[in-house]
């Protein structure tokens, strides 16, 4: 298997053998948790929910930088949020969601979760 994507090992040989997992799968866990999030209406790159269940989780790349060293990662997102919402609030959930999300599901210790407000969804009343 030629292994041109970053890699990040969870789990070195064992009996059975060692666990990878690609970046892009830690982005698509970091965006489906961000968008989970009351409040945040998309991605930065326009990544909603309903957008991922069509094109699937590459769409969740786009406002999504994934950093690790060892067992530890660092995350920075850009978020859009719907207006009238508190900004503070919904990036501070943002931060818990994401953190829970990738320590439950890899294992990895977050060390940072950086939230960037890139834009305010307006009522399309």
């Known amino acids: 298997m030629a292994d041109e994507r970053k890699m990040v090992t969870i789990k070195e040989e064992g009996e059975i053998g060692a666990v990878k997992i690609a970046d892009e ?41 994934v950093q690790t060293e060892g067992q530890d990662i660092s995350v920075d997102l850009a978020i859009r949020v719907d207006f009238g919402v508190s900004i503070p609030a919904v990036s501070k959930a943002v931060q818990e969601r994401v953190k829970a999300a990738i320590e439950n599901m890899t294992g990895m210790n977050v060390v940072r979760v950086n939230v960037d407000v890139a834009d305010v969804a307006m009522d399309e009343a």
């Open 25 to 65: 799968v830690l982005a698509t866990i970091v965006g489906l948790a961000a968008t989970e999030v009351q409040g945040v209406s998309a991605l930065a790159g326009n990544a909603t929910n309903d957008l991922i269940a069509k094109k699937g989780g590459k769409a969740l790349s786009k406002g999504v930088k």
